[in-house]
């Protein structure tokens, strides 16, 4: 079973930057596309950004494509996303997601939660204008 741990979350100013991590125990981290999330209450879970399973592709939402990066560490288990100049409506719980099995190391899982199979608890995020 693999368990999700994020963390890296808080509050800062708009334009400031936050890293997030999010910790995986178990084996198929190192095969497994993973994606962050994020959920504001009221509303639906926003796909934010995935990266393969090589770490070689990734895909962003529009609205943080040019803010936030993706990247993952295979040493430590961990996936990261810097978020950099950071607005107010970027306010959200973010999460980590992953997908048990992949096509190949280079493939990506549609944007959308359905397509992602454990998830972890969440971190808060906080903009302040």
């Known amino acids: 079973q693999v368990q999700l741990v994020e963390s890296g979350g808080g509050m800062v100013q708009a334009g400031g930057s936050l890293r997030l991590s999010c910790a995986a125990s178990?084996?198929?981290?190192?095969?497994?596309?993973m994606a962050w999330f994020r959920q504001v209450p009221g509303k639906e879970r926003e796909f934010v950004a995935s990266i393969s399973w090589s770490g070689e592709n990734t895909n962003y939402a529009d609205s943080v494509s040019d803010r936030f990066t993706i990247s993952r560490e295979y040493a430590k288990s961990t996936m990261y996303l810097q978020t950099d100049s950071l607005k107010p409506e970027d306010t959200a719980v973010y999460y980590c997601?992953?997908?048990?099995?992949?096509?190949?190391?280079?493939?990506?899982?549609?944007?959308?939660?359905?397509?992602?199979?454990?998830w972890g608890q969440g971190t808060q995020v906080t903009v302040a204008s």
């Open positions: 178990g084996r198929t981290f190192s095969k497994s596309a």
């Open positions: 997601a992953g997908r048990l099995y992949s096509v190949d190391s280079s493939w990506l899982p549609a944007p959308n939660r359905y397509a992602f199979d454990y």
